[in-house]
């Protein structure tokens, strides 16, 4: 059904359709149609749950960083001789239906594009584009393997397993998906209900938190059930069944499907999806047929024009501005334009990997307050990096780090209370708001982090974390790609939690006199999964069980002078849910209880840390 027109100037117009699903279900559509270049036209695709014309605060640049609306950036498109289509999901602002967080995805995907490839305006290429959500909308739609797909651009998401990164990671729940929830059921709540409307937009999403655990019809999602019935499923299901390969949910389950198809991949190493996207690159690259290109950068969650993430900076050159290509439109314009079109990619954006590996600056206070961490681009033929010495570091109980394991047997113990987690600094984070923050940030409390308490101080400080470091180095160390810890752990709980968190330990100096403890990558695992993810098994108390944690990708040049330096912890609240130390089921509420944890270090448990060192550049 066409709307009609209702908007039209000298080189777009624009108009609404229901387009109908498979059950009947109609989905608010925007078209923008090219005036004055005859059709039919290539056609470029977005589906978004945020609205179809709404302002969105990462479509901006660096030289204009007011957000645009997306049917602003769908008329740019347009007016290059593109015919685009913006859609609502289901059950989202003016579409039908009821939304059901990622589910459902690939059908009505795949049922819009049948309707695309069917008009006369198509010409039977069609591209697909997005952030977070409208990226793990392309990866769903093309599992469905639908006519006319030639080419994608996911940003920040596209989920390969969603059961490894982006809901849950590591066997805990990211909690970033309750506060999405919490503030996108406040737009999307039954607006037949004064009464739902307004006790959401009343409740304390802070103080919810301070009082996990939930349940449902006890939550700050009691008055959207739609919202708190699909964050709960999400919660509770804690083995990876036949629910996590769904094909919204698990793209690696389906890369044959892309055959074909050109990827590109761009995110951050601040990201929740950094590995969503190196994982992506890997099962593609595989593909029979189809290109698949690569950007990381040192951005949170679609912040690629600005240079800097949490506290620290990364320089002038940090922005996909002027490094990668005039902006974020022109970028996407040439990777369409190559494949829809035909015209040659932009020389330096034909590269296979691009990533930006910081470090290396001046370690000074920028005049804004942030440390000047620096770094710069490279290119790489592959990932992880050819060449790249999986090089372990190897934990010992005088707190350091050292390229050789310990001799004898050693342990040591921390006391963990989940009613006292340890507070999230930073990380790779989005949706968190207003309680977590992405970013690198220097590792220590104050008022402003959410659960600290006074005296703040640095995490170091806590008795419940522990702190491995190694000697200064005496010559620079760059590390790029996976990071992976391996520790020998035992517990007195049948189940518990183990974090990791890789920092580059600055040298004190007149602008941080306590140095700077600059956190990179940290990732967790819940015991009960150290062995399997589809078939969990609890611990015996004083069990030694070794388990393996695989925090995001990451990029750093380690300066002479500073230290790698670990932090291993039970806790990351409110980034991840916080274990119960009971074996209760996953997202069940009931009692907590202490543990005492154990970390082992000899030549038989040789608790580690691997890096990806990267070679001395000549």
């Known amino acids: 059904m066409n709307e009609g027109a209702i908007n039209q100037d000298d080189t777009v117009v624009r108009s609404t359709h229901r387009v109908a699903m498979r059950d009947g279900v109609r989905l608010a559509t925007d078209l923008y149609l090219p005036v004055g270049t005859p059709g039919p036209w290539p056609v470029l695709l977005e589906r978004t749950p945020y609205g179809k014309d709404a302002e969105t605060r990462r479509e901006r640049s660096a030289a ?11 008329a740019r498109f347009a007016s290059e001789g593109y015919a685009v289509v913006v859609q609502d999901c289901r059950g989202r602002f003016d579409s039908e239906g009821q939304f059901t967080k990622y589910l459902g995805e690939a059908n009505d995907g795949a049922d819009t594009m049948a309707w695309i490839t069917s008009q006369s305006w198509c010409n039977g290429s069609v591209g697909t584009y997005g952030l977070s959500y409208a990226a793990h909308t392309q990866t769903a739609l093309a599992s469905q393997r639908p006519r006319g797909l030639k080419a994608m651009f996911l940003e920040c998401g596209g989920f390969a397993n969603a059961y490894r990164g982006g809901i849950r990671h590591g066997g805990a729940f990211e909690l970033k998906q309750a506060t999405w929830a919490f503030r996108n059921a406040q737009n999307g709540i039954n607006r037949d209900d004064p009464a739902a409307q307004q006790a959401l937009a009343q409740a304390d999403i802070g103080a919810w938190f301070l009082r996990l655990p939930w349940t449902r019809g006890d939550s700050p999602l009691q008055w959207a059930p739609e919202y708190e019935d699909y964050l709960f499923e999400q919660w509770e299901r804690g083995t990876f069944d036949d629910y996590w390969r769904q094909p919204e949910l698990y793209a690696a389950g389906h890369y044959e499907a892309f055959n074909g198809v050109a ?25 029979a047929s189809g290109q698949v290109r690569m950007v990381l950068g040192p951005w949170t969650h679609g912040e690629r024009s600005v240079c800097h993430a949490g506290d620290v900076d990364f320089g002038p050159t940090a922005t996909l501005d002027g490094a990668l290509a005039e902006d974020y439109v022109h970028m996407r314009l040439a990777w369409f334009d190559h494949w829809l079109k035909g015209r040659p990619l932009p020389q330096g954006q034909d590269g296979t990997v691009r990533y930006f590996r910081m470090g290396g600056g001046s370690g000074r ?18 990932w992880p990096l050819p060449g790249t010495q999986f090089t372990p570091w190897y934990l010992h109980a005088n707190g350091s780090l050292a390229p050789q394991p310990a001799d004898g047997e050693a342990a040591l113990a921390y006391r963990f209370d989940p009613t006292q987690p340890v507070p999230t600094i930073g990380g790779s984070i989005t ?26 101080g640095p995490l170091a400080a806590r008795g419940d974390v522990l702190v491995f470091q190694s000697p200064e180095l005496q010559e620079d160390l760059e590390i790029t790609g996976p990071v992976t810890i391996r520790l020998w752990v035992s517990s ?21 006199p306590q140095g700077y403890a600059m956190n990179l990558t940290d990732g967790i695992l819940r015991c009960r999964y150290r062995r399997s993810w589809e078939a969990p098994q609890l611990m015996a108390p004083g069990e030694i069980a070794e388990i393996t944690i695989e925090p995001m990708p990451t990029s750093n040049l380690f300066r002479k002078g500073h230290r790698i330096r670990l932090d291993i912890s039970s806790s990351n609240f409110p980034r991840f849910d916080v274990n119960p130390n009971t074996g209760a089921a996953e997202g069940s509420a009931g009692p907590r209880q202490v543990a005492h944890n154990r970390i082992h270090m000899s030549a038989q448990h040789s608790s580690q840390v691997v890096l990806p060192v990267v070679p001395a550049r000549r």
């Open 64 to 74: 204009d960083p007011r957000p645009m609306r997306r049917g602003k950036v769908a």
């Open 263 to 287: 990827v590109m991949l761009l995110c951050g190493w601040w990201d929740p999806y950094a590995q969503t996207s190196t994982d992506n690159y890997l099962g593609l690259s595989k593909r």
């Open 365 to 382: 206070r920028t005049s804004a307050g942030r440390l000047e961490h620096g770094g710069g681009w490279h290119s790489a033929a592959d």
């Open 431 to 456: 949706s968190g708001e207003p309680l977590m923050m992405a970013g690198a940030y220097d590792q220590r409390t104050h008022e402003g982090i959410f659960g600290a308490q006074a005296p703040y």
């Open 492 to 512: 007195s709980a049948t189940d518990t939690d183990f974090t990791a968190k890789l920092i580059d330990q600055y040298p004190p100096s007149a602008d941080y």
